[in-house]
Structure formats: C-alpha cells, structure tokens
C-alpha cells in the first residue's frame, strides 16, 4: 500500500527565515510526485511535479527536490503570503493520487 | 487560464437525503475525478473516471455513491442516502496529458 508522510505537521517562521519540509513516500511504481499549496477553506493548487530521482524545479521562493525515498521543498526568504498547508502527493501505478497530511507553514512578518 | 468549478460551494442536508455535487472540468482533459477532505485529515481518492465509466474506486466509494458525466462539460457526483460521516470538503480535479491533476474549489457538504 502506498504511504505518503510530511513532516513536520506545522511550521512557524519568521519572514526571512529559510526551511525546508519533507516528504518521505513509499510507492509501487512512481509514476510522479506532486507538491500543492491549499489555502483554508480551497482546493489543492498545483506547484510541482517531479518524476525522477535528482530532479529539480523552481518557482520563485520555491524549490523541490526528489530522492528515491523523499522529497523536500525548500521555502527561501518566506514571505507571510507564503503561510498556507503544503500537501505532497504520490501517483502510482493506478490512476490516482495518495496523498501526505501536510505541513501548516505559517510566516509571521 | 482554465480552471475546474464547482458547484455548490456549501451544501446543508438533513441525514438520509441525497446530494448532487456538480464539476465542470477542464475542457480538454480526459480522466476525471473525486476526491474527499474530512475537516483536519488527509484528501483522500474517491474515484476516477474514463471514457464514461469509473476506471478505478476506493473503498469509500461505496453502494451510496455514484457518479456521471451526463452531457460534455458537466461530471457529477451523487450520495443516495446521506450520512453524518459523509460530511466533508469534495473535490473534483481533471487529468492534462502531463499527468498533473488540476483540482477545483471545493464543495463543503454538512450532513445533519
């Protein structure tokens, strides 16, 4: 059965302040990676995708990384707009995506 | 840019009653889908949908549920006999060729 963990539940962060959060998965037959940020109350909004080990992408103050066993996402110079949940999620084989609980950041100025 | 809507956003029902939860979808995209948010755990799959039938289903996605694409743009999802722990966030989302699954807003259902 595919399992999909993130760490740590919650975040707290000083604007400015970098961090990175984790995503440890294990899944028969990868077929992806995914990394949304849902705001309270709205749907996932999709970031990335990562499909292979060693591969990077960016987007502004955002960047995932992706192992054979986890992912990370790394927040540079956070800005309080940045406070949201980020979920990862993995798609396997079938034709659906498992997800993680997610990490709360929180950005305080 | 293209999004996925939803509607309603909120729906109240007594217990027992059904609900229809309706998604327009990305119009391009092929593969369709539901998925479910109880209030503070995980979005959990519901189901996927293919060529006008479900192509795969969690054990959620039981007698009670059903779902449908009854014309080209619209995919909906029905509870038949609604219950307290059906109380959720619904989501649907659609599939690009890029196998990146883009998710609408939300549907807040409460059942009383």
């Known amino acids: 059965e595919d399992q999909v963990t993130q760490s740590p539940e919650a975040l707290r962060l000083q604007e400015g302040e970098s961090s990175s959060l984790n995503c440890s998965y294990t899944?028969?037959?990868?077929?992806?990676l995914f990394w949304y940020r849902q705001d309270p109350g709205k749907g996932p909004e999709f970031l990335f995708t990562?499909?292979?080990a060693g591969e990077e992408k960016e987007k502004e103050r955002l960047k995932a990384t992706l192992t054979k066993k986890e992912s990370f996402l790394h927040i540079t110079a956070p800005k309080p707009e940045d406070s949201a949940t980020y979920l990862c999620?993995?798609?396997?084989?079938?034709?659906?995506?498992?997800f993680g609980g997610g990490t709360r950041l929180m950005v305080k100025p | 840019e293209p999004e996925v809507t939803q509607t309603p956003s909120h729906q109240v029902t007594q217990m027992g009653q059904e609900v229809i939860l309706r998604c327009v979808p990305i119009?391009?995209?092929?593969?369709f889908y539901w998925y479910r948010q109880i209030l503070g755990q995980k979005v959990e799959f519901l189901v996927s949908?293919?060529?006008?039938?479900?192509?795969?289903k969690s054990e959620i996605f039981d007698d009670q549920f059903s779902v449908e694409r009854p014309d080209g743009s619209n995919f909906t999802l029905k509870i038949r006999s609604t219950k307290l722990e059906d109380s959720a966030m619904y989501f649907c989302?659609?599939?690009?060729?890029?196998?990146?699954?883009?998710f609408g807003p939300g549907t807040r259902l409460l059942v009383l």
């Open positions: 989302a659609s599939l690009t060729g890029q196998e990146t699954q883009y």
């Open positions: 119009s391009n995209h092929l593969y």
């Open positions: 999620a993995v798609h396997n084989a079938g034709n659906m995506l498992t």
């Open positions: 990562l499909y292979s």
């Open positions: 899944v028969s037959g990868l077929r992806g």
């Open positions: 949908f293919y060529n006008n039938e479900i192509s795969e």
